[in-house]
């Protein structure tokens, strides 16, 4: 009698049978994967044709993968020369004064991510709560409740004629396509040329070389009009076919 381990018994629990062949799942169109709902705003691009909509599909992951990155590298930049200038003028526990963090959104985070960083067993040490703060946390610190901020960190941007409102939409818009590419929505019919000029400009003032690192690493060609534009017949937001040449078959 065969053990139950043997691989000749294909009923034993250890071991799939892979000879039936009728225990694999018949594998499912990329459609019906990502849901009729996620899909149709490919399909709507696309006119209906589910080959270009699964193209257009492609293209925005490989475009949110890119911008992804080209974000890392912003949000690191800031955050680093933020915390510098503010250790500066009020000492390394500048995000536990009252004084400085005046919005209550600001002081949750904190709140919130020293609670996670002793959960996780962690000190909450400086360095770990500066890379625990998220990009929202950051992007606040040039919002109009923290104007009183803006003459010490206006310095971390090299160049002249900036004002802080300009700066708090900038990171505003960056914000918003950060968070539709977390979400996996679609970023095609964003300004993505530029968007993505904002995050090379935003860096450079900070970062030469951290811009330069941004350039190096992505890999997409931007187009210089938009993706998406409204059908000239019935004003449906359409994909520009004239820009065919820059999606992946």
């Known amino acids: 009698m065969q053990s139950r381990d043997q691989p000749g018994d294909t009923h ?5 049978p892979i000879q039936n062949s009728s225990f694999f799942l018949t594998p499912m169109p ?15 691009w696309a006119n209906n044709d589910v080959a270009l909509a699964e193209r257009l599909y492609s293209y ?25 200038v503010l250790t500066t003028a009020h000492g390394a526990a500048w995000f536990d004064s009252p004084t400085v963090l005046k919005e209550s959104y ?4 904190i709140k919130e991510a020293r609670a996670l960083l002793l959960r996780e067993g962690k000190s909450a040490s400086h360095g770990q709560m500066i890379a625990e703060l998220n990009f929202g946390f950051w992007s606040s610190l040039f919002g109009r409740s923290s104007n ?4 010490i960190l206006r310095p971390i941007f090299n160049t002249g004629g900036l004002q802080r409102a300009t700066i708090a939409q900038k990171l505003r818009d960056l914000r918003r396509l950060r968070n539709r590419i977390a979400h996996y929505e679609p ?4 300004p993505l040329t530029a968007l993505h000029a904002d995050v090379l400009n935003l860096t450079s003032w900070m970062s030469v070389e951290a811009a330069a690192w941004i350039t190096t690493h992505s890999n997409v060609a931007y187009s210089a009009t938009m993706l998406i534009i409204p ?18 078959i």
């Open 12 to 16: 034993s629990i250890w071991h799939i």
């Open 30 to 44: 990329l459609i019906d994967i990502l849901s009729a709902d996620r899909f149709s705003t490919y399909l709507l």
């Open 60 to 84: 925005n992951v490989q475009l949110s993968a890119d911008f992804y990155s080209s974000l890392h590298m912003l949000e690191i930049a800031l955050r680093n020369r933020c915390d510098a």
């Open 106 to 109: 600001q002081r949750q985070c």
């Open 148 to 151: 009183h901020l803006w003459g």
């Open 187 to 190: 970023i095609l019919a964003q």
């Open 231 to 248: 059908d000239p017949v019935n004003g449906q937001s359409v994909f520009d076919m004239a820009l065919i040449g820059h999606v992946p």
